[in-house]
């Protein structure tokens, strides 16, 4: 069953929020929650671990359904994991992450069919295109058709570019040419007719990266591929000044006639290895406090740094919420965040909205409270 979402029941008279019946006024009242504040904008997702599927923190699982109406799996239905074999798949946990989303009345994205990273081994020996093609198509079968009707959206072809706007030299481009990208969108929408068909990539916001993002989208547009929406992941750093980007892609893949989602959102507060100017290329990061330098606490500060962001990037999503179908969390508290391990390991970082005690934090606040004052 394909999720269905409740109409608006709030109207704003001058600017004066007014509700017309009893029972959106009360959900009016305890609405300090993403899913309500944006519920007639767009949805709000968040990536989950095997933690989260498996409900082992019942501090976590509150959060999450009180939270987010979508949701997508971080690694779990990566080729890697659910088809480490050629002849064998494993569906444990993605029947549970489905379930879940299910029974939680949430929409549910997969994540993703075909992506040149965490590919099993057997694929990265594949040396024809013969073989790789017939990967492809049995994988996509098999994995999109088990959750066809049950998942709302795929992540079909996941940063299939370079920044410069060319294509990838994956294996499977080297294989099989640009094609595979048309053929897994074919595949997907054959497989699952009714689920939304998105690209899904980084840096696509920036202006040559996006310029083959949308050549791409134009090509399988006019090839008859079906494609609804492209997804703009959103990893992003406190210092990135790229509104202005991220504004104007948001405008241009929306001329092409598909939805805009930011997949993957995130804003590290540490500094990246590329920040450093002049960095000794061979240096070693690890242990080293300069890179980490928040490890008991954020400064308030940086706090509020952090919540600049996320304030000014969500009234611009406000601004063009005709466009935006989803904005998913890559990740549900800082302490669950992959930034805490890339690009150095075992570091302290504070991307989310919610601290490691599953508490709100002030870009929380600062985001809510751009409903309350629109
Ligand atoms: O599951 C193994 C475990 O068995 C092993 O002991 C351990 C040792 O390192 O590794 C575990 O696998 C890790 C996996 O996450 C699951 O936790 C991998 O090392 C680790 O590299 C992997 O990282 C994931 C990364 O994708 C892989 O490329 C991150 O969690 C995940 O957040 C990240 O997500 C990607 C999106 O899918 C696509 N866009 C970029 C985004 C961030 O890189």
């Given at each position: 069953m394909h999720v269905k979402y409740t109409p608006k029941t709030w109207i704003k008279i001058a600017g004066i929020a007014i509700c017309f019946s009893q029972s959106s006024c009360v959900q009016k009242a305890e609405s300090s929650s993403l899913k309500n504040a944006f519920q007639n904008d767009f949805l709000i997702g968040a990536a989950l671990g095997t933690?989260?599927?498996?409900?082992k923190n019942q501090k976590a699982d509150a959060l999450i359904k009180r939270e987010f109406n979508s949701i997508t799996p971080e690694n779990i239905m990566k080729a890697e994991v659910i088809h480490p074999e050629a002849n064998k798949y494993d569906f444990n946990l993605?029947?549970?992450?489905?379930?879940?989303?299910?029974?939680n009345n949430m929409y549910v994205v997969g994540h993703t069919l075909i992506w040149h990273s965490q590919l099993p081994a057997f694929v990265n020996k594949i040396s024809t295109a013969d073989s790789l093609r017939?990967?492809?198509k049995e994988h996509i079968n098999t994995v999109a058709g088990r959750y066809s009707g049950k998942l709302n959206s795929w992540d079909v072809v996941n940063e299939a570019l370079n920044e410069d706007g060319t294509l990838r030299e994956s294996l499977f481009y080297k294989l099989l040419g640009e094609n595979y990208i048309k053929e897994a969108f074919d595949l997907a929408a054959k497989a699952d007719p009714q689920a939304?068909?998105?690209?899904?990539?980084?840096n696509i916001e920036q202006p040559a990266k996006r310029k083959g993002a949308i050549a791409l989208i134009k090509k399988l547009q006019a090839s008859g591929t079906k494609i609804d929406g492209v997804g703009i992941q959103g990893h992003w750093s406190i210092n990135d000044n790229n509104l202005k980007e991220v504004e104007d892609a948001i405008v241009e893949f929306s001329a092409l006639g598909i939805k805009v989602a930011f997949t993957e959102l995130d804003y590290t507060v540490l500094p990246n290895p590329w920040d450093l100017k002049g960095a000794e290329v061979n240096q070693n990061f690890e242990g080293n406090p300069a890179m980490n330098?928040?490890?008991?606490?954020?400064p308030d500060s940086v706090q509020n740094q952090l919540a600049k962001r996320y304030e000014d990037l969500f009234r611009l999503f406000l601004k063009h919420k005709d466009k935006i179908s989803r904005i998913t969390f890559w990740g549900v508290n800082d302490g669950h965040s992959w930034l805490n391990g890339w690009p150095i390991k075992n570091r302290t970082n504070y991307p989310l909205f919610f601290d490691r005690a599953y508490q709100p934090k002030k870009a929380y606040d600062a985001v809510l409270n751009l409903k309350s004052t629109n």
């Open positions: 933690e989260h599927i498996l409900e993605s029947d549970k992450f489905v379930a879940y989303g299910q029974k017939m990967f492809m939304a068909l998105y690209y899904n990539d980084y330098m928040y490890t008991e606490s954020l």
